[in-house]
Structures are given as C-alpha cells and as structure tokens.
C-alpha cells in the first residue's frame, strides 16, 4: 500500500522560511511522480510543485517560482519543498501527492503542466503552513 506523510508545516511570519517534507512508502516503482498541492480555506486544490524522474520533468506554479524548490534525497522515499520569501497568500494546508503511472504521456503531466489533482492516486494527509503579516 502507498503511503505518503506530509510535515514540516508551521507558522512563520512574511519573509520566512519552511522545509516541508513528504516521506514515500510502498511505492515499488524506481522512478517517481510527485506533486506539492496546496489548499486555502474556501479556495480549490492548487498545484504548486511537480517532479518527474523519467523526463526529469520540474514545474513550479508562477507564484511561487523562485521562492519555492522541490527536491528529492535521491531515494525516491523523500521529497522536499523548500519554501523561502513566504508571503500571506502561500498560507494553506499543503499535501503531497503520487501516482502509479509515472510516465509524462499518461501520467499526470498529460493532463497538464503538474495535472490536476483527480491525476493522483495516492495523497498525504497534509500539514499547514500559516504565514502572518
């Protein structure tokens, strides 16, 4: 089973930084689909981050690109999403999300720059991220 684990989440004022984390288990695959997603409270689902190991594919949503970076340890087990410059508006709970069809022209990607979040199978329960003026 598939299992994803979200944390790192907290408040920070505008200006700071945070490190989310999300710890992948179960996933017998070598390569990997991972998307940041964030929800604010009355808003939808947003994708804020993708990466792809087979394209070596990266995506980043306009807001947040040059503020944010994605990373992996390189195990495919742990993925990062450095958070710098954050302003009120990244305030949101933030999940990340996997698939098992990790190839660019069937996986999520097909269906756009990150896909939707109806893409991805498998999600993390989500930490929040609270950011005050």
């Known amino acids: 089973e598939v299992q994803l684990q979200a944390s790192g989440g907290g408040l920070v004022q505008t200006g700071g930084s945070l490190t989310l984390s999300c710890a992948v288990s179960?996933?017998?695959?070598?390569?990997?689909?991972i998307g940041w997603f964030r929800q604010a409270p009355g808003k939808e689902r947003e994708g804020v981050s993708y990466?792809?190991?087979?394209?070596?594919?990266?995506y980043y949503v306009d807001s947040v690109k040059g503020r944010f970076t994605m990373s992996t340890d390189g195990t495919g087990d742990r993925f990062y999403l450095q958070m710098n410059s954050l302003k009120p508006e990244d305030t949101a709970v933030y999940y990340c999300?996997?698939?098992?069809?990790?190839?660019?022209?069937?996986?999520?990607?097909?269906?756009?720059?990150?896909?939707?979040?109806?893409?991805?199978?498998?999600w993390g329960q989500g930490t929040q991220v609270t950011v005050s003026s």
């Open positions: 179960g996933f017998t695959f070598d390569d990997y689909a």
């Open positions: 990466m792809g190991s087979t394209d070596g594919s990266r």
């Open positions: 999300a996997t698939d098992d069809d990790v190839y660019p022209r069937s996986g999520p990607i097909a269906r756009g720059p990150m896909g939707p979040p109806d893409a991805y199978d498998y």
